[in-house]
Structure formats: structure tokens, C-alpha cells
């Protein structure tokens, strides 16, 4: 379905360059951006205490019977409002969940997620940090030869990454 090469096999080849770093990085914050844009679905808790017109207007009659009966719990309305309140300061988006180097596929400056089980709403800060430990990981203990590289290589493949994510999803996350 995609001729290509993952990412994982790329980074050991010498001189795959920057381009395709900044790639992955610009795709992983397109898929992000897109899914605050569009409005990642909102979790139970926030569609259980403040419910809107359209939660109201698209649900179920068995959804909204669970709303009526967490809306007249004080105690799970406090809960959930104190859950609420702890996670308010992440940012949440489509997060992939498991996106290392072998679940990135890369054809040109093409690239492809795949393996999304894992995935679901959450801080994008996370997929950027798989990738990066991944390739932390084989500058600090590779696994054979061709895992090797130089702290260069590793700043470089960081910052071509972090440019192309921060090109997309915007300044001032890292």
C-alpha cells in the first residue's frame, strides 16, 4: 500500500538529510494541529458536565440518560471536575501513542503513521518524545554499527524534527 522505507531504517543509512527529519516533523504536526482544528473529540467527563446544544442534539438516548444521572451525582461531579482541572494545562490532540521510528514510513518527503492502536487524545509533546528517544537511544547505546552516531548526527536529526513539528503545530511547545 506504500512503497517506502521506515524511518527506522532510514536513520541507518548515512546521509538520508535533513529533509526527511523535517518531514516527519511538519507531518506529525499537521496530523496534530488538524485534530485541534477540526475538534478532537471531547472526553466523557468534559461532555458529562458541560454539556452542549450539539452533545445534546447528536446523542443517544442511552448517552443522555448517563449525562442526567453523573449531572445529579454531586460526588462524580466534583470528581470529574477536579480530574478536569488537574489535566487543563496539557494540550490534547490526536496522539498516535506509539510513534517510534518503525511505525513512521517514508517515501520522498511522503510520510506515513502507521500502527495507530494506541493512539487517542492526549499531549502531542508526546509522539515528538518517542521519536527523539529513539534516536537518544542509538547515540547512547546502539545496538550494532549502523546504529552508531555522533552527537552531531543526534542534534541535527533533533533539530530538523522539532523544526518541521514546530512549523506546523506552532512556536513555543518544545
Known sequence: WMDGATLYSLRRRRGHGALVDEAVGKALGQVQRCSL????????ATR?????PEVFASASPAMLKLIRDVQ???AA??????LLSSERHVARAAVHGDCRQP????RGRRVVFVDWEASGA???CRDVGMLLADDYRCWLAPESRRERQTEAMRDAHFE???AGWESEWGPGHR
Not at 48 to 52: G, H, I, K, P, R
Not at 77 to 82: A, F, I, P, T, V
Not at 103 to 106: D, F, G, I, R, T
Open 77 to 82: 461531579q466534583e470528581r470529574l471536575s477536579w
Open 72 to 74: 445529579a451525582d454531586a
Open 48 to 52: 458529562a458536565l458541560w454539556t452542549s
Open 122 to 124: 492526549g499531549d502531542p
Open 37 to 44: 482544528r477540526a475538534g478532537a473529540p471531547a472526553d466523557f
Open 160 to 162: 530538523a524534527l522539532l
Open 103 to 106: 511505525n513512521v514510513l517514508v
